[in-house]
């Protein structure tokens, strides 16, 4: 029901990206749901593609999250999704560059499977009607 | 479990107003009328006995009137409303108004303690409607704050059953309310609840067992009669307010475990009721989008975690419902089958 990552987008270099300060997330059963503040955009996200992202809460590159990725158990071909989630990453602006690898470890996710981010189709109102009324105001 | 009775005694200018409003425990001192009675309307709503244990989250509320907007417009960094801008400060928030009133709220440990100033052009231009907006703020920090996220639905309760029913404003939650109570169902509220855990299980609360009606639903409802006589409760609807047990006596309950999401449209050329299940991550993601998440990250991850619990918990529905279809007396029958 959402955009899924592009499979056929650009891989993203060598450069390090970090999760943005304003991008919120909350730990699920399966996985995570990410908020963009500034954008209004949940992200929903699956186990592995949550052992992923974490990685970039300290700030890595697609190359570090590629090998952690391996080391967790993921079988080449998946080196590509890996690839390409961190490149939904940067292409939904989730990440910030960032100068240096903080080489994280992360976490190893219970069992390894397609990393797969997922956007919801509608952003949540950037105005709303009242601080209890998150309808979108009629003058809006 | 202790049941702590609502309270509601207004300023007899030897002291403050005190108000119940689920677990907050409101204090109001300053400006007299029309003000203070605009407050005392607004905040009497709240008429629920808060039936959860534990000390009450104290809020102090002073207000003054004062010549002009006292500074800067907010840029809503925090939230952006039609009305009002908030921004965060280093202790709490501070809000600004379209025609320039002002709450700045500090954070306590266990409350918080508001200043609200009203320029005259709010009371000259009539604009009450902005302080409506600023009692909103003070009540939704407060809640948030001491662990409840205030959701925009009403709540439904029969046997375990327990329904939360979502849908825009002026979506039909007042009058999907009426039908289910009217079918033996108890209500809990027809647009505010709070949701929270007890011991781990999500629990809602209501916060006012009278629904907002409008004056037509009396074509659906005869038993409502005729409310047009009766005066609208706030300045931007044309809709009264009746009481749930004076209307359908023992048709009100305080809390429940939510066990069902119900999200009400009305298609155009829609006809009768009809229901049809939603996937998790659909109902999740309308749910998320029944209540507001301020931009602060501990809040929003707070608020999200709840409604996401609650989702996962619960089944959800697709309810459509077709122009004039509360005629038919059986028109929530297949709703009912689905729901018992």
Redesign the interface.
């Known amino acids: 029901?959402g955009d899924t990552l592009a499979m056929d987008g650009p891989v993203p270099d060598g450069r390090c990206y970090v999760l943005r300060?304003?991008v919120?997330?909350?730990?699920?059963?399966h996985g995570a749901?990410l908020?963009d503040?500034e954008s209004k955009y949940?992200f929903?996200l699956n186990s592995t593609g949550w052992a992923v992202t974490q990685l970039f809460e300290s700030g890595t590159s697609a190359d570090t999250a590629v090998a952690r990725s391996r080391a967790w158990g993921a079988p080449s071909e998946d080196e590509a999704a890996v690839r390409q989630l961190v490149g939904a990453l940067i292409d939904f602006g989730l990440v910030e560059e960032v100068e240096a690898d903080a080489a994280p470890t992360g976490e190893v996710p219970a069992g390894w499977q397609t990393p797969t981010i997922e956007r919801?189709p509608q952003p949540?109102q950037?105005?709303?009607?009242?601080?209890?009324?998150?309808?979108i105001?009629l003058?809006? | 479990m202790r049941s702590i009775p609502a309270s509601r005694s207004p300023s007899d200018h030897a002291g403050p107003a005190r108000y119940r409003a689920g677990p907050l425990e409101l204090s109001v001192t300053g400006v007299g009328r029309p003000a203070l009675e605009l407050i005392d309307r607004t905040l009497a709503l709240y008429d629920v006995a808060w039936p959860i244990a534990g000390p009450a989250w104290r809020v102090e509320v002073s207000t003054r009137l004062v010549p002009e907007a006292p500074g800067e417009p907010a840029e809503g960094r925090y939230l952006a409303a039609a009305q009002m801008r908030v921004d965060a400060t280093v202790d709490g928030v501070r809000a600004t108004t379209a025609v320039g009133a002002e709450g700045v709220g500090r954070f306590l440990d266990s409350g918080e303690r508001w200043k609200l100033s009203l320029p005259r052009a709010m009371v000259e231009g009539d604009r009450w409607i902005e302080l409506e907006d600023l009692l909103s703020l003070v009540l939704t920090t407060g809640w948030r704050r001491s662990g409840w996220v205030p959701l925009h639905g009403a709540g439904l309760l029969r046997g375990d059953r327990g329904l939360i029913a979502c849908a825009q404003s002026g979506g039909g939650k007042t009058s999907f309310t009426v039908a289910m109570v009217r079918r033996g169902w108890r209500a809990l509220g027809d647009d505010k609840l709070l949701l929270g855990a007890m011991s781990g299980t999500p629990v809602m609360v209501g916060l006012a067992q009278t629904l907002n009606l409008d004056p037509g639903a009396g074509a659906w409802f005869p038993e409502i009669g005729d409310l047009s006589a009766q005066a609208a409760y706030s300045s931007f609807t044309e809709k009264r307010r009746v009481s749930i047990e004076r209307m359908w006596p023992g048709r009100v309950a305080s809390q429940a475990c939510p066990t069902d999401l119900v999200f009400l449209d009305r298609p155009v050329g829609h006809r009768g009721i009809t229901i049809r299940p939603l996937t998790q991550v659909e109902s999740s993601s309308l749910l998320l989008r029944q209540t507001v998440i301020p931009n602060d990250r501990a809040l929003a991850r707070d608020i999200i975690g709840c409604l996401w619990r609650v989702s996962a918990r619960c089944r959800g529905w697709q309810v459509d419902v077709g122009h004039d279809a509360y005629l038919a007396a059986d028109a929530l029958d297949a709703v009912d089958a689905v729901l018992l």
């Open positions: 029901m300060p304003d919120v997330a909350t730990v699920l059963d749901l908020l503040l949940f929903q919801q949540l950037r105005v709303i009607m009242s601080a209890f009324d998150p309808s105001p003058a809006e």
